[in-house]
């Protein structure tokens, strides 16, 4: 009895044996982990500038949410008013702090592939 399928022979793909030092990245990539200083130089200052750039917005960030609670703290009055029938805290909170918490994250993101960027770049001209 025959069900239409025909058989067909198995084929077997094998993972070709490419040699490990034909890498897609840059040439100078061997530097960072070589056993000399240099490497180390080259990857102390990309730790420098990645921490650089965290801090620059991570302080913004704590001030903006420090501020609210001590806003809330300091004018007793701000939880217990509200703005046609909407209190004035779901107004500072949905206004005053979550969109520059977000422009603070689009900021940081262009300086994180800025850093990225200068690293690659450094890397190329080796």
């Known amino acids: 009895m025959s069900d239409g399928l025909e058989e067909k022979p198995r084929e077997i793909i094998r993972f070709s044996n490419r040699p490990t030092s034909q890498r897609s990245s840059s040439p100078a990539s061997g530097d960072l982990f070589g056993e000399d200083d240099y490497g180390q130089v080259l990857l102390t200052s990309l730790i420098r500038a990645q921490l650089g750039a965290t801090l620059s917005i991570l ?4 001030a903006l949410l420090l501020l609210y609670p001590s806003m809330a703290v300091l004018i007793p009055g ?4 509200q703005v046609d029938g909407v209190p004035l805290t779901l107004l500072i909170l949905g206004g005053g702090i979550y969109p520059p918490l977000v422009l603070l994250g689009l900021w940081y993101l262009r300086k ?15």
Do not use: C, G, T, W
């Not at 701000?78 to 008013?81: E, G, K, L």
């Not at 994180?112 to 080796?126: H, I, M, P």
């Open 78 to 81: 701000v939880s217990r008013a």
């Open 112 to 126: 994180a592939e800025r850093v990225e960027r200068q690293f690659a770049n450094l890397l190329k001209d080796q």
């Open 59 to 62: 302080i913004p960030a704590a």
